[in-house]
């Protein structure tokens, strides 16, 4: 089907199941639950998941394939977003070409970048896009300031000419007359699930990222981007040239960026040169990394977790913690040592935890991927393979093959 083995096509099946179930699957908990803290179930996290999820897989094309580390991914990202914003001043509020305009535009910068970047390797090479992404942050704020509007950003305004637009349109990113922020709700057994037309347009567009990105895992071409990584002085030795899948593999993920930041910019419709920061470059690879690089599922579990924990750990205030924590004595903290506090101990556990979220979320992101780095060097993938371990009936003799049978070719989502 469609290309792929039977295998392939059950993968790809499931993830289609998932990625439209998303609604319920982070809207698990009613909504007069103590946890329902922890629900994610609204649109903006959902279509959050579905983009970052996308430019995560454009950055694995690259840098799992390959292993060229780009710190500078974050400069397609944003223009993506501000081609897209162009369209929706100059042209028509409808999303798609928006979005067809972001990934060209992305295509061609990631082309520029790619040439001039790919002349060296290796940590080199990193320095090189992390120099190119900083240098269009800058140019954002300062030269370019006639096309991006400097620190304002750009806006969609109902002053905009929109030549294909009427008068009578709506003035918000819409498919086809259909606004990406319309929802419909259902309520059912305490639970309020949300189903919403920006996150559904997001959803789709990430699948068919995701079936393009699992043909070029099993095409040739990626069997060639695998040998670049395994080893570019072997391959050139045959008389192959890596330069030119090095530099296919660089523009399609810069496109892969650029599609992201198209959507961003559909959702919200306004771009700014924060989406360009060296930070947001640091952030895909974070994604990349924890969920498994290499990996086809790796970098969107990665991206979902991420933008999870930001949404979710950063609400958390001290105010929720106090109340989290209610149940501990009210003794204070010092009481019986040489000096002496007010404070209760459920004061000096709130304190505590509020280290690790609101503002401090980042502290449990980087204590995460710390741990995921030291112990699970294959990311969430490779987590989950240990648990489904567990669970599988070892084969006989340990493992021995005394008839050396071949073994079969492992799967992309592995």
Known sequence: ?????????????????????????????????????FNGGYPDLMAKVAIFGIFAMGFNILFGLTGYL??????????GSYAAVWMFKLLTLNVLPAVILAVIMSGLFSLLIGWISLRRSGIYFSI?????????????????????????????????????????SANYPNLFGLELSASYHWKVLGHDFTFNVGFYFC??????????????????????????KSNQQRMSYTGLNPRPYTL????????????AGGLLAAMDPLAGAERMQWTVGGEVVIMTI??????????????????????IFSKINDNVLHDWFSFLPDTPFWAGFPFYSDASIEDAVVWFFSRFTGEGWALTLGLMFML????????????????????????????????HHPQSTPNVAE
């Open 1 to 37: 089907m469609l290309g792929l083995n039977k295998r392939d096509t059950s993968f790809l099946l499931i993830v289609i199941l998932l990625t439209l179930s998303t609604p319920f699957l982070m809207q698990p908990f009613a909504e007069n639950s103590p946890l329902a803290q």
């Open 70 to 79: 780009s710190f500078g991914h974050a400069a397609f990202l944003g223009v």
């Open 128 to 168: 090189l896009t992390l120099a190119m992404a900083e240098m269009s942050y800058r140019l954002a704020y300062s030269v370019l300031t006639p096309l991006t509007n400097g620190e304002t950003g750009l806006q969609v305004r109902p002053t905009d000419p929109r030549i294909l637009d009427s008068a009578t």
């Open 203 to 228: 959803a789709v567009i990430a699948i068919i990222a995701f079936y393009i990105s699992m043909r070029v895992f099993r095409s040739p071409f990626g069997m060639m981007l695998r040998a670049v």
């Open 248 to 259: 296919a593999a660089f523009v399609i993920s810069g496109m892969y960026a650029g599609l």
């Open 290 to 311: 924890l969920g498994g690089a290499g990996t086809l599922l790796g970098p969107v579990l990665g991206a979902g977790a991420i933008k999870y924990l930001e949404n």
């Open 372 to 403: 995921v780095v030291t112990f699970l060097p294959g990311g969430l993938v490779e987590g989950g393979k240990r648990i489904g371990g567990l669970f599988r009936r070892k084969p006989k003799g340990d493992g021995d093959d005394p008839e």
